[in-house]
């Protein structure tokens, strides 16, 4: 009977083993059938459309507190606060930065603590023999063995303690030396990233400003031309001028209304592309004061450019960091050839009630060497004397390419500032031409084609005029970029718009040239008066007068300008409106000529002078007294 019992004890133990195998395997089984039954879920409508709400709502709020009326300089910090691209380049060098307290935690001792249970399902129960015999070793164990217990089957065990190893702090200095230089550089990109924004930013503001300015006229231009069109095709259908010449009429009416919306489309784009620049939503509503002392030309030579280009470039301070971030990881190559050299120290407990002492503390050192980094040690040295060459090569190629960019950028804004020059004069000219004719409508000289296309032609010249500007501009600011020059004060961030806006333009103006444009001479100190032509007036160019005719004479030194360009002359009347047409403004001969229709009487006239860069003018009143002789003359 008791023998039965024994046996029964021991099936329940292999039951109780043959259950508990069971369940270790389905669990693993049902964890491996849960791993290979996942698939790709994509996100459900509702998820979509509720994150883009969000997102729409967000960028609605971004934009919400933002001045709405806005000059360049306004710009230029609303873009630096709340242009998207950028947060993420200033979002990155922060990340960059704390990213350093994280290496620095490297270099610490670690310090490492752990708490364990251990449940064992029976005794661990061992015996032992002596060795008897060295070459046969221990002997057969009996039919009866005797095991003996030396650990609990419940057992609770804590232990705490630290470890330094020398060789991972030098290297985990010399890591977190890298990630600092890796900070400056996001830094440098950063800046370089303000720089570009910026030069963007005056492009897409001065095109905007010729657009709100445009835009406006040309939309009452355009429904005069439709309306010539339909009294054109009406005046086709009553057969009241010739087919030909009706035909020709409305085609030249339809080339101006195609050069009309290929202009209005062109300039439409500009205000959503400033948006989009300063971070606001393309429908956002804003206005654009028009900055009153707009960007010249840079103070400094040639050779101060190069210099500070090669001093300040975002681009070559980057490959200074980044040698120096190589030559730390030549560093850390040479130190991991060293010995490894640890210290421990640490405190156990062991709840097992067979121990003698249950609390322990132990300490003491390690050393390592791997023997066969001896070999290594030429080819490290060749690889960093390689690495460090290559770095000069490279930083040598990005000075070469630094120092062409200067010139090109020179060479860009000379070409450009003639470009605008052309335009401006090509402006003067076509408002001259819309003045004659406007005059000359007045007593039915010219017909309505005349007037629309000349009033097109002076509206495609001021477009050229505004975007020669604008690129003007741009080129301006790509001359700043290429110098390397830092528009934006380090803590931009931490500044309101207002202040930020105030601070670029005191570093841009800092570093344009201001021009000088006087009156030394004013007119009416000169006797404006109309007095008979002379024949040895030579006035070639007004040839109509060469028999006679009246003129006034103004001094060469009347104005006063600095800057680069030919000085130019324009004359209207001091309300705005241009010149009566028996009077035409000479700028060749500085001289005002002309035949009054009137025997005596006076203008108040305003004459502008300018070059690219600066523009004065002066208001005098212009008289004459004159016999029925001299006008018979």
């Known amino acids: 009977m008791g023998n039965f019992n024994y046996k029964l004890e021991y099936i329940k133990k292999d039951y109780k083993k043959f259950y508990l195998k069971l369940f270790i395997s389905v669990c693993l089984l049902l964890f491996i059938m849960s791993c290979g039954s996942r698939a790709p879920t994509g996100l459900d409508q509702e998820t979509i459309k509720s994150q883009s709400q969000k997102d729409y709502d967000e960028l609605k709020a971004g934009s919400e507190n933002i001045v709405k009326e806005i000059d360049l300089y306004q710009a230029i910090a609303i873009a630096i606060k709340h242009n998207r691209d950028l947060r993420i380049q200033m979002m990155e060098s922060a990340l960059s930065q704390g990213q350093i307290d994280v290496v620095k935690f490297d270099m610490l001792p670690q310090f490492a603590a752990s708490a364990g249970y251990k449940h064992l399902s029976q005794f661990p129960g061992s015996t032992s023999l002596a060795i008897s015999d060295r070459e046969t070793g221990p002997a057969e164990l009996g039919d009866d063995p005797s095991y003996t217990v030396s650990s609990e089957r419940r057992q609770r065990t804590g232990e705490y303690g630290f470890t330094w190893n020398a060789l991972d702090f030098g290297l985990s200095y010399v890591r977190a030396g890298q990630q600092a230089d890796r ?15 910026t030069r963007e930013i005056i492009y897409a503001y001065w095109k905007t400003i010729s657009a709100d300015y445009l835009l ?51 300039l439409m784009d500009a205000r959503v592309e400033l948006a989009g620049l300063m971070g606001l939503l393309p429908d956002e509503d804003y206005v654009l004061v028009p900055t009153a002392q707009p960007l010249t030309e840079l103070r400094m030579d040639l050779k101060r450019q190069e210099e500070t280009a090669l001093f300040s470039r975002p681009e070559l301070l980057e490959v200074a960091y980044q040698e120096r971030v190589n030559s730390k990881e030549a560093r850390a190559r040479m130190l991991s050839l060293f010995p490894s050299l640890r210290f421990d120290a640490n405190w156990t407990y062991d709840s097992n009630k067979y121990l003698y002492n249950k609390n322990n ?90 007037i629309i296309r000349e009033e097109a032609s002076l509206l495609v010249a001021k477009l050229r005029n505004d975007i020669a500007f604008a690129e003007l501009q741009y080129s301006l600011g790509s ?155």
Do not use: C
Request: net charge negative; aromatic share 8%; charged share 20%.
């Open 183 to 197: 900070y400056l550089i996001s830094k440098e990109l950063e800046r370089k990233a303000v720089q570009n924004l």
């Open 216 to 266: 406006d006229q040309i939309n009452p231009l355009m429904e005069k031309v439709n309306s010539a069109l339909q009294d054109m095709e009406y005046i086709e259908t009553l057969l009241l001028s010739s087919p030909m010449d009706a035909l020709l009429y409305q085609k030249e009416l339809l080339d101006v209304a195609q050069i009309l919306d290929t202009q209005q489309r062109a």
């Open 361 to 450: 503390f132990e300490y003491g050192a390690l050393l390592g060497v791997n023997l066969l980094n001896v070999f290594q040690l030429g080819n490290n040295s060749e690889i960093n004397e390689l690495n460090e060459k290559i770095i000069k090569e490279q930083r040598l190629a990005l000075s070469m390419t630094v120092l062409s960019q200067v010139h090109i950028a020179n060479i860009n804004y000379a070409q450009t500032l003639r470009e605008y020059s052309n335009a401006r004069q090509y402006l003067e000219v076509s408002q001259r031409i819309n003045d004659l004719i406007s005059n000359a409508q007045k007593i039915s000289r010219f017909g309505e084609l005349e």
């Open 479 to 633: 001359l700043y970029s290429s110098v390397g020059m830092n528009f934006v004060p380090n803590n931009a961030l931490e500044m309101n718009e207002k202040d930020l806006a105030k601070a670029v333009e005191d570093n841009l103006n800092r570093w344009t040239k201001k021009y000088t444009a006087l009156v030394v001479e004013p007119l009416n100190e000169q006797n404006p008066t109309l007095k008979q032509l002379k024949s040895n007036d030579n006035l070639v160019a007004y040839s109509s007068l060469s028999g006679g005719g009246f003129i006034f004479k103004y001094s060469t030194e009347t104005f006063y300008l600095e800057g680069k360009g030919r000085k130019r002359y324009h004359a209207k009347l001091a309300d705005g409106n241009p010149l009566p047409s028996w009077l035409a403004l000479l700028p060749s001969t500085n001289s005002f000529v002309g035949i009054p229709i009137e025997s005596f009487g006076s203008l108040d006239i305003r004459l502008t002078a300018s070059n690219d860069v600066v523009s004065v003018d002066d208001v005098f009143t212009l008289t004459w007294d004159l016999t029925k002789e001299d006008l018979s003359l």
